[in-house]
């Protein structure tokens, strides 16, 4: 069975209807989810995507609900030692990269969704936008 995980950035469009990528990537969901694949999340990044929705695009109370959404939508994936070691060893361009990186590689999920054109250059596990994932999947139907 086929599995990705998200990286904050795609969540966030995912989550912020306005977002340039929200289409994007609730058409790259219906499809992976009507496929019943496995799509996770850092239950970490729910912070950073928290932070982001609440300052910029909506008010507190939506901006948690649009969390507690992503936590039952998404497979949790907590922080261990070994990847927090793994994240702070590794040559991503932030720790929070690095975190998703490591969980990726540990989970080993055929992509990493992501719009940051700078992480996950080193890693085994492809790195992908949610448009660049849905032409995966339809090239291997």
Request: net charge negative; no cysteine.
């Given at each position: 069975m086929k599995s990705f995980l998200?990286?904050?950035?795609a969540l966030v469009y995912w989550l912020h209807p306005n977002s340039p990528?929200?289409?994007e990537v609730s058409t790259f969901l219906q499809t992976v989810f009507e496929c019943d694949y496995s799509v996770f999340i850092l239950s970490s990044c729910l912070n950073e995507v928290y932070y982001a929705l609440h300052v910029h695009y909506m008010d507190e109370k939506t901006a948690r609900s649009c969390i507690a959404t992503a936590a039952e939508v998404f497979e949790l994936v907590d922080l261990t030692d070994g990847l927090i070691t793994s994240a702070?060893?590794?040559?991503?361009?932030?720790?929070?990269?690095?975190?998703v990186r490591a969980a990726a590689e540990?989970?080993?999920v055929d992509a990493i969704i992501t719009y940051d054109k700078m992480?996950?250059?080193?890693?085994h596990i492809p790195?992908?936008?949610a448009l660049e994932a849905l032409a995966t999947l339809s090239n291997e139907k």
């Open positions: 998200l990286d904050s950035n990528k929200n289409a702070l060893a590794s040559d991503e361009p932030d720790y929070e990269d690095g975190l540990a989970l080993e992480a996950f250059r080193h890693s790195k992908q936008t």
